[in-house]
């Protein structure tokens, strides 16, 4: 679709005037962006109305709706998070690696911006704007797809944003929509090769799994937590109660949430009564295996397991339980249903903790913690554009330096090749 | 097809035993990897020579008959190799980043095996040994793919290695080849997703696009080198014509030697005479502007350029030239041309330095040196399995670390988000 490549185009264009922007440029655009955005806000609340009102009469569920609706207080949270990206250093020009060879060269590898990034999400306006305010900070142009249910918020939040940074003096067209070419215009920028340097889906499943399968650009795969809680035998129970209730319910429908509790049999009689008993109380069905199902206690709501549900990322108050003959029954169940993103142990016994920990293969391992610590903003990274389930380039949250790659730099006196 | 799955599900369960293995059991078996070999040396010759009778009778090149041809020698310096693998420092277990939070989380980024590297390459015998020297090491099972060509020397140089892992007690399904399954068993390889972590290919460009187009599984493109040389109106032209023949002449056939030269406009009736005379000497074939056919003295081999000649990576004694305006008119062909793999300028002046380094965007960029320092080896990296071309993981020559990806680790006590 040569719209979209145009598009590409224009954003590598205005990508080059970024890559050697000074920080005090970039974070008084953020600054800018962000009073625009605030200053815009009965227009875009307006254009977010039209928004709501094409999904409720497309029936749109309650929880979409409420991530789809702004308000000028939402607003207002929205653009501090672009100061917030102000505050934190510059990941572009670090030296990563540096020397001088016994030949006199001497060597640097600096961090610099990708190029351009593309990004593909679902109806989530704030995705919008911190997309934009990730990427202009490590350097980059951005290229949004955010779906056509935020559809009219995007195109103002587009061109507010847009229009702050064309008044600090950087090019608009480093944040730039495709909306308007609706899905062959998604495909087209997954096509983009040689123009958008990495393109990041963030959304379910399925949009992430057709960006990977169809893209010819180099991805991120993000997001996707089928995330296990292990309560070892010598697990503090006091303590593994709170880490499991709020593991699973402190905010359900994130990747990070826990969707599987594996229970060592030694400790089940005494600590599955009261788990689900507690789980109960906060509302969450388990889904549980027979030794889990012959310890409910009445007031539990429990339904049997099958294979489905240690594959599930719930995403709601459900929860898969079982008994685990011990750590090696654990980590084996863990290899087989596990997404790779975030699994917990509990334990008082050290080398349980450090074989949990070198064995279990998943971008995070907690130890005696809840599994929504796995967050950029959590793990102090700052912002983050999603939580890597890949091993290559970035793994777990991904903040500004993952948003940059590096460069060799070597300086001589004519040294040439013996 | 369900064999190469079996052999990636076998290297897949291999890679578990070797990831919490330590560096002293790695370094071990990788000097018994290098005994056998040189033990087995005749055996490997003798499969060898198989292997060159078939080229011979296929009409193979002078060229790659002598990349694929074995002896004792050879294989000692291969086994070398290994040896120096050993003494490197093991990447596994680094610490990237770590803190303590506020709330007392305490936080440390690892660096651990990707776990399964996939390696498809053409008829280099040597390259089977690196690859699985590099992945060894790294803490990685590989599955090599070596082309049809080297068959007889991979299968018998993949069954020593295999058998000196076992003998030091690790699983020889380590190192295994696919060769047996032909090209199918290459595009099970590609599409072995969840199995194979990383595929690299290297070779020739038609084999890289193949596998980029190809390939589900996450793939780090390497190696295409459209090499530029700048030499600016400042240039010291005595140091100028040595790194220029170094980066032509001191090795054709390698994606690091220069491709195009661009010379300033103000020193090109200074400089171009005698550096095509030179390049003459030296049997290279210039394909010049018009102002560098005008200024060609009359030994000088020069043809005329075309669009063609700016994009092509000759590998061979040909060498595009251009006379340029000036830095922007440099920095706007390299742009345009360039497969951002290495450019160098040659200058005395800082400014120019500093805006070539800023503004070219490739993975190494030369000040005052050969390009064919982009090397592993050189770059002080130690061995090296490729040099990427690409932005995502790993930019310029991919050594130990680039094999590797991390975990983050966190340790808690009861620790629940607020």
């Known amino acids: 679709m040569a719209e979209v490549r145009a598009v590409a185009e224009r954003a590598k264009t205005a990508s080059r005037r970024l890559a050697t922007a000074d920080r005090a440029t970039k974070d008084a655009a953020l600054h800018a962006m962000a009073d625009a955005l605030v200053a815009a806000g009965p227009r875009i609340v307006e254009a977010n109305a039209a928004d709501l009102d094409r999904g409720r009469s497309n029936g749109m569920s309650q929880g979409l709706l409420d991530r789809l609706a702004l308000s000028q207080e939402r607003i207002e949270v929205i653009a501090d998070a672009l100061r917030e990206l102000a505050a934190l250093p510059d990941p572009v020009g670090e030296v990563v690696r540096g020397q001088t060879l016994p030949n006199g060269l001497r060597l640097r590898q600096l961090r610099v911006p990708m190029g351009v990034v593309g990004m593909i999400y679902e109806a989530r306006p704030n995705v919008t704007v911190d997309a934009a305010g990730l990427a202009l900070k490590s350097g980059n142009a951005v290229i949004l797809r955010g779906g056509s249910a935020a559809a009219s918020s995007n195109q103002v939040i587009v061109q507010v944003l847009a229009e702050a940074l064309e008044e600090r003096g950087l090019p608009g067209r480093l944040v730039q929509s495709i909306d308007a070419w609706g899905r062959p215009g998604a495909v087209a920028l997954m096509h983009a090769r040689g123009l958008v340097d990495v393109l990041v889906p963030r959304g379910g499943a399925d949009l992430i799994q057709t960006v990977v399968r169809e893209a010819t650009v180099p991805v991120i795969e993000t997001g996707v937590g089928n995330v296990h809680v292990f309560v070892d035998e010598s697990a503090d129970l006091d303590q593994a109660l709170p880490i499991l209730l709020n ?172």
């Open 247 to 418: 593991a699973k319910t402190q905010r359900v429908g994130v990747c990070n949430a826990a969707e599987t509790l594996l229970v060592h049999r030694e400790v089940a009689d005494e600590f599955l009564p009261i788990a689900l008993a507690s789980l109960a109380d906060a509302g969450v069905t388990v889904h549980g295996d027979e030794e889990t199902l012959a310890l409910a206690p009445e007031e539990a709501a429990v339904v049997p397991a099958t294979d489905d549900d240690w594959a599930r990322e719930y995403l709601s108050l459900d929860l898969a339980v079982r008994v685990v003959s011990g750590l090696d029954e654990a980590i084996e169940h863990i290899r087989r249903w596990s997404s790779g993103h975030t699994e917990a142990i509990l334990t008082r016994d050290l080398r349980a903790s450090e074989r949990f920990v070198a064995e279990v293969d998943s971008a995070a391992v907690m130890v005696n913690a809840s599994t929504r610590f796995t967050d950029g903003g959590q793990l102090g990274l700052g912002a983050e554009i999603g939580i890597s389930t890949q091993k290559l380039h970035a793994r777990g949250p991904m903040g500004l330096a993952e948003l940059t790659t590096t460069k060799w730099v070597v300086h001589g006196d004519g040294h040439v090749r013996p």
